[in-house]
């Protein structure tokens, strides 16, 4: 069964730090981009960041600088840094997977195989 699966998400105060994974069942993380998702009550999903097969990484403008992508491909894993986090970061995250990241600030995207993981809450706040 294809299935994605988000850890690491926990409460932290303004100004912490949470590192997000992502790791797959059933297929080769490796071979897709790895998109990473937030949606907060009542709002729209947004894309904040998107790590290519070849390491290319791309920010929302909200987090850039204080978000890092990256990727183990012995583990086959993905893995979102969040440093300087603020209250609006608040929301539930969740990664998905597609050929490239093109379209992953679209609220169009759909993930490859059409699935998403059941998330992983960040919540900031003092």
């Known amino acids: 069964q294809v299935q994605l699966v988000e850890s690491g998400g926990g409460w932290v105060q303004p100004g912490g730090s949470l590192r997000l994974s992502c790791a797959a069942s059933?297929?080769?993380?490796?071979?897709?981009?790895v998109g990473w998702f937030r949606q907060a009550p009542g709002k729209e999903r947004e894309g904040v960041s998107c790590?290519?097969?070849?390491?290319?990484?791309n920010y929302a403008e909200s987090v850039k600088g204080r978000f890092t992508a990256s990727r183990d491909i012995r583990q086959d894993t993905a893995a979102l840094q969040m440093d300087s986090l603020k209250p609006e970061d608040t929301a539930i995250y969740y990664c998905?997977?597609?050929?490239?990241?093109?379209?992953?600030?679209?609220?169009?995207?759909?993930?490859?195989?059409?699935?998403w993981g059941q998330g992983t809450q960040v919540t900031v706040s003092s």
């Open positions: 790590i290519g097969t070849h390491g290319q990484a």
């Open positions: 998905g997977v597609a050929w490239d990241c093109t379209s992953y600030r679209e609220a169009t995207f759909q993930p490859a195989f059409g699935s």
């Open positions: 059933g297929f080769t993380l490796s071979y897709y981009a």
